[in-house]
């Protein structure tokens, strides 16, 4: 496991300089508005002297991470509900205008990132909890997506819901994800894809689905499955 850890610390640096190359290419580069990469966002707040560059550096490494952590947990999440719910499949294959919906519920129930850390500003109350200045919340997404108060049947995948988005698996507010939108896309155009070029898919038995050992993300590395 130290070996492991420390492995992980050394991409993380090259990652980190990677990036930070990258940055110093923005910030000479003087193209703005929409055609510019969104490095330049980051690069604007270092000219602008809104954030210093290692904090840019950081902020990149966040946003790669992120990005690819959650599209790819998102689709295998997708997929593997494709393939224990057949019932479901051949719904979407009749109906595909449905897919998005689907998208948005597998979101709900399998979130790609179980919960995240916030530290309290000022004193404040929350489920009854006296809370002040410095302490740390741990808020999972996870659970609240469940919550039978506010989602009917909330264990059960439908595509009849009113408010489909009203989950928290992308954030919300100031902390909504930036690249949630990209994210739907890409499972949406898989799931479609999928669908499309199959009768049939289902789990290969005998061959479980392995997901990633991590308390904070919902990934699986291994999903076999067998198409028709």
Not at 88 to 100: I, K, N
Not at 131 to 140: A, H, I, T, V, Y
């Amino acid at each position: 496991m130290r070996q492991r850890l420390v492995a992980l610390a050394v991409e993380t640096l090259k990652m980190g300089e990677d990036l930070g190359e990258h940055l110093d290419e923005a910030l000479a580069d003087t193209r703005t508005g929409a055609d510019a990469p969104l490095l330049h966002a980051l690069a604007g707040g270092v000219q602008s002297r809104t954030i210093g560059r290692d904090e840019a550096v950081a902020i990149a490494a966040v946003m790669f991470g992120a990005g690819g952590e959650s599209t790819a947990a998102l689709i295998g999440s997708a997929v593997r509900r494709l393939a224990e719910d057949a019932d479901a499949a051949r719904q979407l294959r009749d109906a595909p205008e449905l897919v998005p919906r689907f998208v948005e519920e597998v979101a709900r129930l399998e979130p790609p990132f179980k919960f995240h850390y916030r530290s309290v500003r000022r004193e404040c109350e929350l489920g009854g909890a006296e809370l002040g200045p410095g302490d740390r919340l741990m808020l999972l997404w996870a659970s609240a997506n469940r919550d039978p108060s506010y989602f009917e049947a909330p264990e059960t995948l439908r595509l009849d819901r009113r408010h489909p988005k009203h989950h928290l698996s992308f954030g919300r507010g100031a902390h909504f994800c930036i690249g949630a939108p990209l994210a739907r896309l890409e499972a949406r155009v898989v799931c479609e894809e999928l669908l499309a070029r199959t009768t049939q898919l289902s789990l290969c038995p005998g061959d479980a689905p392995a997901y990633a050992r991590s308390i904070f993300v919902r990934r699986l590395e291994r999903l076999p499955i067998a198409l028709g």
